[in-house]
């Protein structure tokens, strides 16, 4: 059995988004974003108020979620959005809101 092997134009970047990012619908319009662009991955909320994101598609796709990232929904004051890139790893089927 061959094993899968996946797309070298394909990455991972796992975001760090830094502001007044909860309790705007930063997670559902990212979610949204993530749709339309048709890359894979998750958003979620994080402890100390931000909101954390990972994900895959083609790099210059993730770059255009990235330039969403810094503005967010209309009423997000975004003020970092911290990137840390890596290779695809083609385990999300979806992009989706992570509760945990």
Do not use: H
């Amino acid at each position: 059995m061959v094993a899968a092997t996946l797309d070298v134009n394909m990455k991972q970047v796992r975001l760090e988004i830094i502001g007044r990012v909860q309790g705007v619908f930063y997670r559902a319009n990212a979610k949204e974003a993530g749709l339309r662009l048709g890359i894979t991955g998750w958003v979620r909320n994080t402890e100390d108020g931000g909101v954390e994101a990972l994900a895959e598609g083609p790099q210059k796709t993730l770059e255009e979620f990235i330039e969403w990232c810094r503005t967010g929904p209309p009423a997000a004051k975004v003020d970092d959005v911290k990137a840390e890139w890596g290779p695809a790893t083609g385990e999300f089927a979806t992009f989706s809101i992570k509760y945990d």
